[in-house]
């Protein structure tokens, strides 16, 4: 266990409580009536989090704000994507925009760092700090709450505090006395961003502006900036470039700029900086400064937040907690209402994500929606607590539906960066629409959610034609699969509640989809080929990541009991209540591993249920649908005992802007929502005394406890409204509703409570819609069982079909086979290359698709042939050596996944020169690459193909010019054919990389990677 120090400074028994008078604050955006409010803020600790694998940064920021200013201690590596890690002993400097809790890193824009002493235009490293002007911080002298934050920089002696406004950050610096106060904004630097374009222009005696675009995850993003300052600025310097530009202009632009900014002595040793932000121009960021900045009173701006803060905190009240309980419980309501962040200047405008400025008209926009995590917990959370910004959030999504085409799936300062997997907008559309929350265009937002589903991309072309994604198409096809399925019913759902049943009929149906890669044989979601059969040989704890393998930063423990909406089936397909509650408590038992070591979100294990990542979250509770909520009791009291405490490595995993804190919440309050848009939640262990939500239609809804303790986390009995309460989950209708939910607790489980089937949970596909199994309504595509495709001898080969009693017909003149095509009726004997396509029909049942399989007959090499032969002037790299060299010749040919070690990978050109040991007729040359942008392997920018008899004279018979865009993102192989039509006994081909990934990749500036596996001399 760490040990960490007194970084919490509260006065535990003296919390006062005072009335927030509902009076005019510049930022706030509307007044409210008087209401009594407990000052929460001393429990915030925004520390929580910024250490292990939390990613959440320690700086101010308003509820769902624009700005979040934080100190940046690293600026690369996966456990900086928020720009801080607890691990850190010096900070570089104070930026203006996070990520809470990310898995990906971004943002970190406007850096301005306070000094004295010599200039440094470069902050140094972690090993040294005098290298730059970085400075080295200790943690005793260092101090977080909502909406403030401060340190000591030990290198300069100046005590460093940060609060904010929602667009402003407010700076406020004391220096020691007989020093020159000087600072620096570094406009260079990013967290795992690149500038594009900067400029940094002095406009007043104590103002400056600018502007940083920049590439990263966002691959577009603009952050417009005004600053002032509180003294008159005696003297600059400015860096262009990384090279010094001097002091004779009021002006510098470059790619990154730099500028040194001298105060001379403070008459107070005190400096003060607001900031005002905009990612529409310099005029809104302006504008925000002078509405939200309007004086020099840094304790009234700390004041102002803290009051806002205490308003979204005091949502919910708890009593009977201990104060570590306290800290941990507020601090999860502190980064539960951080994203989404505002995108709106005080004026209306902000940047659409068709790059144009727009107006909004009725309600903020927002961005960073991190959706994949937040359909789960937050965005329901925010139904009970802030469903009027749940509102805003929905109408956001639709606005950048219309200016994209699509929903969002990871919207970031508008751009879509296309990480994670589903449609999750469509879940959180349908969970607001189903409890009565519909301010937002119903129509449009159904157009939406349809056109979305319709999409041809990611798979989904097999899962609408096929019912399920093959395994040998898509990466994490079957996560996509089952996570599409819970989509559509979402979809299906709101269909019917707007009298489309058509579309009902249709999104139900996809619904089902799930059922199509669960194996009952071995009772796990399993990966599956389009021909029907199973991925062999095949391990639930078998871990895979985003854009790999089978699942989505997972495995098939962590995804099998995904079915939210239809846990009815689920049930069926594990064998009844029993076996299904007892596969649930084997996940649980299981060895806690991980099999991939660059699966690094599997955090926070118990056996392989995993509560530092989203996919794990409801199974703790789904032992109630079965009858056995005591289990679900036990499960929750145990994962909130064991992975959430006050400390900085206090939550087990990314938060992910507000998930695994909104699961807290949840859990502790005494329920959870196991499938958002069912509206009803789970009933699992509440944790406090008493638990009050504090509904935005004026009414209480209260939870309480008797005899509640560790070791007491067992209902014994429950009330609502004085009267018995036997069910085992409450509508979201009963908690609007208002009133008192009352549990008695006990440390032996009562099993008689929550049994009875009128008192579980439903969730479960209407039986007139069920359909039959896949087995039963589609013929699956044939197969050729010989593994290459390459030959030297003439070759026989089977067609086989995994459907029995089908009939096959094929072809091999290339064109589409019919039940006129020749009936197969046994082996197939070719000598020449051929193309042969053959398609399955069965009476009653979907005909199978055309499997479309070319033979080489080839130059390659198989057993006792020392030719052909292969050198490569540069190696592959990494983990990507494959078998080696002669990988390329041996007739094996890589499939979508390029881990599975077919593929080899290199960052520089690849020169390879081929030997046949003679001169041979060769008619064509075939090569592959992988395309797969988002893990930054691209296709070769060109490819040359010359021949030679003597190894040094060589012919170009060939050359191939490619460009990179964004309408290559679809993972896939490419294949190049090139004619030959000689004989020769040397190839030389030449693959070309590009340089550079693209300014639109998140990776911008990095070097790509280029993946090929066969390479194919047809004769």
């Known amino acids: 266990m760490k040990i960490y120090p007194n970084i919490f400074k509260i006065q535990e028994m003296n919390i006062n409580r005072f009335f927030i008078i509902a009076f005019f604050i510049p930022f706030l955006s509307c007044q409210e009536e008087p209401r009594e409010f407990t000052d929460l803020t001393g429990y915030v600790d925004p520390m929580i989090g910024t250490d292990a694998h939390g990613h959440t940064f320690p700086g101010p920021a308003s509820p769902f704000g624009m700005v979040q200013l934080s100190p940046d201690t690293g600026i690369e590596g996966w456990d900086w994507c928020s720009g801080y890690h607890y691990s850190d002993s010096s900070i570089i400097g104070f930026s203006h925009l996070h990520l809470s809790g990310t898995g990906g890193a971004d943002l970190g824009d406007i850096m301005i760092m306070p000094f004295t002493g010599t200039r440094h235009w470069f902050s140094g490293t972690k090993q040294d700090p005098d290298s730059g002007y970085r400075s080295r911080f200790s943690h005793d002298e260092e101090e977080a709450s909502a909406g403030y934050y401060s340190v000591m920089l030990q290198d300069y002696q100046i005590k460093a505090e940060l609060t904010v406004t929602p667009r402003t950050g407010i700076h406020r610096y004391h220096f020691p006395e007989d020093e020159l106060a000087s600072v620096i904004i570094d406009l260079k630097h990013g967290i795992s961003s690149q500038p594009r374009t900067c400029y940094i222009e002095i406009t007043g005696e104590n103002e400056i502006r600018g502007l940083r675009a920049s590439q990263g995850w966002a691959a577009d993003q603009q952050v417009y900036f005004v600053a002032r300052f509180s003294h008159p600025i005696v003297s600059h310097a400015f860096m262009k470039d990384d090279v010094e530009a001097g002091n004779t202009s009021n002006r510098v632009e470059g790619r990154s700029v730099k500028a040194i900014l001298d105060f001379g002595q403070l008459s107070n040793h005190e400096l003060m900086v607001k900031v005002g932000i905009s990612a529409v121009d310099e ?124 929903l969002p799936v990871w919207e970031l300062m508008a751009n879509e960066t296309g990480t994670m997997i589903g449609y999750h907008s469509i879940p959180v559309i349908w969970d607001a ?267 209480n809804f209260t939870v309480k406890t008797e005899g509640r303790s560790r070791e007491a986390v067992y209902i014994q009995s429950a009330r609502l409204n004085g009267k018995p309460f036997h069910r085992s989950f409450i509508s979201h209708k009963e908690i609007e509703d208002g009133g008192v939910l009352e549990f008695v607790m006990g440390r032996e489980p009562n099993k008689e409570w929550g049994y009875a089937t009128e008192h579980r949970p439903k969730s479960y596909i209407p039986e007139e819609h069920r359909l039959a199994p896949l087995e039963e309504r589609l013929v699956f595509i044939p197969s050729i069982a010989k593994k290459l495709d390459l030959f030297h001898e003439p070759i026989t080969f089977e067609i086989d079909c995994i459907t029995p009693d089908v009939a096959i017909h094929f072809t091999t003149d290339g064109s589409e086979p019919s039940q006129q095509s020749t009936l197969y009726e046994g082996p197939i004997t070719i000598g020449e290359t051929t193309l042969v396509k053959a398609k399955a029909f069965k009476e009653g ?134 004619d030959a039509q000689q004989s020769f006994r040397y190839a030389r081909i030449i693959a070309r990389s590009t340089k550079e990934l693209p300014q639109w990749h998140p990776g911008a500036g990095s070097r790509p990677w280029l993946f090929t596996d066969e390479i194919i001399l047809e004769y």
């Open 845 to 978: 049942m979907q005909p199978s698709e055309t499997l479309s399989r070319e033979f080489f007959r080839a130059h390659y090499r198989h057993s006792g042939n020392r030719y052909p032969t292969i050198e490569l002037q540069n190696g592959p790299r990494g983990r990507y050596t494959g078998r080696g060299k002669n990988a390329l010749l041996d007739g094996n040919r890589g499939t979508i996944d390029f881990h599975d070690g077919e593929w080899l990978g290199f960052v520089d050109d690849i020169v390879a020169t081929i030997d046949l040991g003679e001169p041979k007729p060769v008619e064509s040359i075939r090569l592959s690459f992988m395309r797969n942008i988002g893990s930054w392997i691209l296709l070769p920018e060109s490819i040359e193909i010359a021949v030679s008899n003597d190894n040094k004279n060589f012919t170009v018979i060939a050359t191939e010019q490619h460009t990179t865009t964004t309408a290559d993102y679809d993972i896939g192989i490419k294949e190049y054919r090139f």
């Open 433 to 699: 629409y189903q409890k009565g929350h519909r301010d937002f265009d119903a129509k449009l937002a159904f157009e939406a959610m349809k056109k979305s589903a319709m999409q041809d991309h990611i798979g989904l072309a097999d899962y609408k034609n096929l019912g399920f994604i093959p395994m040998e198409r898509e990466g994490n096809s079957v996560s996509k699969t089952v996570e599409y399925a819970y989509d559509d019913w979402c979809i299906a759902e709101m269909a019917k509640s707007l009298g489309y049943m058509d579309d009902y009929e249709t999104f139900l149906h996809r619904a089902q989809n799930y059922r199509n890669v669960f194996d009952t044989s071995v009772g796990f979601l399993r990966g599956r080929r389009a021909d029907g059969t199973w991925r062999t040989p095949f391990d639930p704890i078998e871990s895979s990541i985003l854009g790999s393998g089978d699942f989505t930063e997972g495995n098939s423990w962590h995804y099998t009991f995904f079915a939210p909406h239809d846990v009815a089936g689920l049930i069926e397909l594990l064998g009844g209540d029993e076996l299904f509650s007892a596969k649930i408590d084997e996940m649980f038992a299981e060895e806690s591993i991980v099999t991939n070591e660059a699966a690094h979100d599997i955090s926070g294990l118990i056996g392989q249920y995993a509560q530092g990542n989203e996919p794990s979250h409801h199974v703790a509770y789904l032992h109630n649908f079965a009858g056995r909520p005591w289990k679900t009791q036990e499960k929750v009291a145990l994962i909130m005992d064991s992975l959430y405490t006050d400390k900085p490595d206090g939550i087990s995993g990314n938060e992910d802007c507000g998930q695994l804190s909104a699961w807290y919440i949840f859990s502790a309050t005494g329920f959870y929502p196991v499938a958002p848009g069912s509206g009803d939640y789970i009933i699992g262990s509440p944790l406090f005394e008493k638990t009050t939500i504090h509904l935005a239609n004026g009414k």
């Open 283 to 406: 005029e809104g960021a302006l504008k925000n400064l002078e509405a939200e900045a309007t004086h020099w009173s840094f304790d009234t701006y700390l004041e102002e937040i803290q009051k806002e803060w205490n308003k979204h905190l005091n949502t919910i009240t708890i009593e009977g907690a201990t104060p570590e309980q306290k800290r941990t419980f507020y601090t999860a309501m502190y980064h539960a209402q951080i994203a989404p962040a505002l995108f709106t200047d005080v004026d209306g405008r902000y940047r659409g994500m068709d790059k144009n400025i727009h107006t909004a008209e009725g309600h903020n926009v927002y961005t960073i929606f991190s959706l994949w995590d937040t359909f789960r917990a937050t965005h329901p959370l925010f139904t009970l607590i802030a469903p009027d910004k749940n509102m805003e959030f929905i109408n956001t999504m639709l606005l950048q539906y219309q200016q994209h085409g699509l």
